[in-house]
């Protein structure tokens, strides 16, 4: 397969954003002590969309699988806030779900797998 697909491309875009965007909105958090452990952990999950978006982009096979897990948490936690946050984030689960597994999307991972056969 020649080049990244398009639907791998805009997954990782989108990760790295959300990872960039989010770190440096959390960022002035830390300025707060009393949620110093809560804020923490924030900034390492948007440090891991950063990474997960990079290692899509170079076709790291398990990468998919993280960002599934990635957005999977975000389920999880948003279910504990409100109905509609939990809704958006299954709709943004689903549509990188089946991104990252079409035919061209697996194409371009499996080809990171076996190089002999680009």
């Given at each position: 397969m020649k080049g990244r697909p398009l639907p791998v491309v805009i997954v990782a875009v989108l990760f790295?954003?959300?990872?960039?965007?989010g770190f440096f909105y959390h960022l002035q958090e830390l300025l707060d002590p009393t949620n110093?452990?809560?804020?923490?952990?924030i900034l390492l999950l948007r440090i891991l969309a950063v990474v997960c978006g990079v290692l899509l982009l170079f076709g790291v096979s398990w990468a998919r699988w993280l960002a599934?897990?990635?957005?999977?948490?975000?389920v999880v936690v948003s279910a504990l806030n409100s109905t509609s946050e939990m809704i958006a984030h299954i709709v943004f689960?689903?549509?990188?779900?089946?991104?990252?597994f079409l035919p061209a999307s697996a194409a371009w991972f499996q080809d990171k797998k076996n190089p002999e056969k680009r």
């Open positions: 790295i954003l959300a990872g960039v965007i110093l452990n809560e804020t923490v952990w599934i897990g990635w957005l999977l948490y975000h689960l689903t549509l990188v779900t089946v991104l990252l």
